[in-house]
């Protein structure tokens, strides 16, 4: 009895210690359903892949600084596993996270990103910040209300997705999406919705990322059929 209960028992000891030793991994693939029972994830939570990731691609990932061609200083920043390695970003620890802390930079040749284009706001560091906070997993959460088409929905959109590239300080192309007038200007003339919506003859944005969500792209469109409304 003796030679079969210590096989088991040590095996017994193995796997307990496996389950204790277990953490979580940060790039882990999630993709959470809100206010489902017995899921994590909370209104409260980030989502990487609709709100982080289109930051990062439409205010870094662009022509000489970290598309994948580019790479300045060998960081990507056109997917999750890229923006993870790259970037290093710790979980949990922002403040550490070079990702984070190029954000806060006040000197202009080290602050990203680099000018002309204009810094990330307040509020889309803080969010970067709760990202990574949270543990800085690859979620993707869906949160986008159609019947909510008004300009500041738009404008929104665009600075989120487009902002770093088509900015007032750095219009590349000649395209200025900075406020009302340039952003109804561009929608009127078909070239952003042509654009966003990856139409032939014209030029897929956000450059280098993926296709804007469909709610957001019929926010859009609501917007222009409503009138351009500016409210």
């Keep these: 009895m003796k030679m079969i209960h210590k096989p088991i028992f040590f095996t017994l000891t193995l796997l307990t210690v496996g389950f204790i030793a277990c953490k979580h991994n940060p790039q882990e693939e999630v ?7 017995g899921n994590n994830t909370t209104n409260d939570s980030v989502s990487f892949q609709t709100e982080i990731l289109p930051l990062l691609v439409g205010n870094c990932a662009m022509t ?14 056109n997917n ?30 080290k602050r990203m990103p680099r000018p002309p284009a204009a810094p990330l706001t307040q509020a ?13 997993r690859n979620t ?16 929104t959109i665009i600075n989120n ?5 088509h900015s007032s300080a750095n219009p590349q192309g000649g395209i200025n999406l900075s406020d009302y007038n340039n952003i109804k200007q561009q929608t009127q003339s078909g070239k952003l919705l042509g654009s966003i919506n990856h139409l ?23 917007w222009a059929a409503a009138g351009y409304l500016n409210n």
């Design 124 to 136: 889309q560091i803080a969010l970067i910040a709760r990202w990574i906070n949270q543990g800085a």
């Design 140 to 155: 993707n959460i869906v949160r986008c209300d159609t019947n909510t088409f008004t300009f500041g929905a738009v404008q």
């Design 161 to 165: 997705n487009c902002g770093g590239c």
């Design 31 to 37: 993709t959470p359903v809100l206010n489902n029972p």
């Design 80 to 109: 999750y596993n890229n923006v993870i390695n790259t970037a290093k970003v710790i979980a949990f620890n922002p403040n550490n996270s070079e990702l984070y802390e190029v954000l806060l930079e006040t000197d202009p040749d």
């Design 200 to 222: 032939p003859g014209n030029s897929a944005m956000p450059k280098g990322g993926n296709k804007l969500e469909a709610c957001k792209i019929t926010i859009i469109q609501k």
């Design 64 to 77: 000489g600084c970290h598309d994948a061609a580019s790479a300045a200083e060998g960081v990507v920043l």
